[in-house]
């Protein structure tokens, strides 16, 4: 039916403390009026001056509204004179305007794969802003921002007289590869380096490479959910693997798989080391071309009690591991930096795909990082969070024990960021993360990390990035919820 010029501004429905500004609702919510029809083709709006006046805005914000509408073809609008409706609503965008007149949206036809992402609350169930105990996080208040900062200025004035180079740049490959063969024992050349926006973007390009549908896939269950989504997103079938103390377990009699997927020096999430009898097995078992091992060393950076194991990479002589890992624990996770270190018979097919698939970080922040990392910072940093999150480890531990020995059994992880806290009775660790996170503290639940029926209940707790005193108000917190 068509509208009044009093009942337009009755019509729109302005939110001042909403998320999108005034003039974006204000857009909006005309747009759809003239989608659905009730402001019909040839019908004159009010002026901006009327209608800023009736929803009590400025008449700035009126015009920019307008003139969207007039950008986009909804309106024709000319200076002095009242804008005027251009479309019909039944004619423009067949689509989103003609299905939302008749009230009942086309629904659109998802791959497979999409239709099933919402059935997993993985990684989006947390609240906006970081709490504490919110595992998967580094401390990012301690990061030198002011050195980083200085290493990317000289990168952005250096980059106005860069010649194109490649997309995984030279400095900062190089400097990773001796950084992970000194502190990982990985066996890498530096043009094996891929630099990409995360540890998740290298799962998806291996998985875009590799993984044909059907293809067998083996995961650790409980695991880390986005190894699990990179891979059935190119159609592959998913298992996952028991867990023992010394992480992922080999199940007898399975046929080879494809690809293995692993986090052997902290298993996520219950930060178990795998011995190397047990890598030693996995490459063993691991048919050169035929299958190929994913290690995911996503905090390999944090060891407390013992010197870390070498990583699976640098044990295999026959090409078969891929080495992934992230800057988002060390440094921040708004830096959007991974990498993957690729077996060599693979790295020219990777190069290709990488750029297909658009799999690219920025050059200035790569070049500031191999600047940061030459130049010591990288290294310093390391050592201050590792003295840190030993002690926020240690005394969480500790707390843990006093304030809630009764209801949780703590297993100590040799390092990484988080720990795994099981409920000694029952099996309603969903229920426990619901009160906790309801009382301002947020974990995770270990069952929400299972691939089939969870066998494990308990909550998965940060520690990295929390002071001792954001601890122990967490745990007066975690007692009081119990
Ligand atoms: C085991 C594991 N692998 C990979 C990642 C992803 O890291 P990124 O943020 O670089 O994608 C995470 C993130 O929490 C993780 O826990």
């Avoid at 920019?64 to 073809?73: K, P, R, V």
């Avoid at 860069?162 to 950084?179: F, Q, T």
Wanted: aromatic share 6%; with cysteine; glycine share 8%.
């Amino acid at each position: 039916m068509p509208v009044s010029d009093d009942m337009i501004s009755a019509l729109i429905d302005l939110n001042r403390a909403g998320d999108d500004g005034l003039v974006a609702q204000l857009t909006s919510q005309l747009r759809s009026l003239i989608a659905a029809g009730r402001l019909a083709k040839g019908r004159a709006l009010p002026s901006s001056r009327r209608l800023a006046s009736d929803l009590g805005v400025s008449r700035n914000t009126v015009t920019y509204a307008f003139e969207q509408l007039a950008a986009e073809g909804y309106l024709a609008a000319s200076h002095g004179r009242r804008p005027v409706v251009t479309v019909d609503g039944g004619e423009r965008i067949k689509g989103a305007g003609a299905t939302a007149s008749r009230g009942r949206a086309a629904k659109p036809q998802l791959s497979p794969w999409a239709a099933k992402l919402k059935q997993t609350d993985w990684p989006m169930s947390y609240q906006a802003s970081l709490r504490p105990l919110r595992p998967g996080h580094g401390d990012f208040r301690e990061f030198p921002d002011e050195i980083w900062a200085r290493c990317l200025r000289r990168s952005a004035v250096r980059a106005a007289k860069r010649e194109l180079g490649p997309i995984n740049r030279i400095r900062l490959c190089e400097a990773l590869a001796h950084y992970l063969a000194t502190s990982r024992g990985v066996r890498a050349t530096a043009d094996q380096i891929m630099i990409l926006p995360s540890a998740q973007a290298a799962l998806t390009l291996i998985a875009s490479v590799l993984i044909a549908p059907g293809d067998e896939v083996w995961v650790e269950d409980p695991g880390y959910p986005g190894a699990a989504a990179a891979f059935r997103a190119s159609g592959a079938h998913v298992t996952g693997m028991r867990l023992d103390e010394q992480g992922m377990l080999r199940t007898p009699g399975l046929a080879a798989p494809k690809l293995i997927f692993m986090t052997p020096s902290h298993q996520h999430p219950t930060g178990r080391l795998m011995s190397l009898a047990r890598r030693t097995e996995f490459l063993r078992s691991s048919k050169p071309g035929k299958t190929w091992i994913v290690e995911d060393d996503y905090d390999g950076e944090f060891h407390y009690d013992s010197r870390p194991v070498p990583a699976l990479q640098g044990l295999d002589a026959h090409g078969r591991v891929f080495y992934v890992g992230t800057f988002s624990k060390a440094m921040t996770s708004d830096i959007r930096l991974g990498y993957l270190v690729v077996p060599s018979a693979l790295v020219g097919t990777f190069e290709i795909a990488q750029r297909h698939i658009g799999l690219v970080a920025s050059s200035h922040i790569q070049e500031a990082l191999a600047e940061f990392i030459a130049d010591g910072h990288f290294l310093a940093h390391l050592r201050r969070l590792r003295r840190l999150y030993h002690a926020r480890r240690d005394h969480l531990v500790e707390g843990l024990a006093r304030h809630l020995g009764d209801v949780l059994t703590v297993e100590v992880p040799s390092g990484g960021i988080q720990l795994v806290a099981r409920l000694k009775r029952g099996r309603a660790d969903q229920a426990a993360v619901k009160r906790l996170v309801d009382a301002g503290v947020e974990t995770r639940a270990l069952s929400s990390l299972a691939l089939g029926k969870p066998r494990d209940h308990g909550l998965l707790l940060g520690f990295a990035a929390w002071r001792e005193n954001e601890i122990s108000a967490a745990l007066r917190t975690m007692a009081s919820c119990f």
